[in-house]
């Protein structure tokens, strides 16, 4: 077994460990500190990102502030079940939460998971078929009501 240090981006050294069978395992070394990255800019960076406003990534990347995107046409309607000044308030409220768990929180609340309706076997194999075994029906509380979701509409759509 041989031991060969690389050099990576981001000023971070990796362990290469090559044995005999010309296989490599790689460990990542130390984290090193990039210069001007302290505690206070990582905590301003995360409540921008976390809130969906324009911010600066650690690769001195310019990400852009979250938008609403155009409702695509589906099968529940949803262009005319979700006004666009509905659509808003849900966007603005969402964002403004700022912190990924409760936003996270908020997202599972709006997923209903029942049994599946219907179960037919494609294979003479059990083990082989691969079924899932719930469905997972998606609702936005609008205005006291539930509005029934397309599964491909996601929080950025609203």
Partial sequence: MKLILIKTTANREEQVIVNNTNRA?????????????????????????????????????????????????????????????????????????????????????LLEIKKKAVSRPRTSVPNKSKHRMNTVLYHLQVNGRNVSLQPSMNLKDL
């Fill in 25 to 109: 395992r790689h460990n990542r070394g130390k984290k090193r500190a990039i210069k001007g990255d302290t505690r206070a800019v990582r905590q301003h960076r995360k409540e921008k990102r976390n809130t969906g406003q324009e911010y600066v990534n650690f690769k001195e990347k310019k990400k852009a502030a979250r938008i609403m995107q155009p409702l695509k046409p589906c099968r529940n309607k949803c262009r005319e079940n979700i006004s666009e000044e509905e659509r808003h308030k849900l966007f603005t409220e969402y964002w403004a939460v700022g912190d990924y768990n409760r936003k996270t929180a908020y997202v599972a609340g």
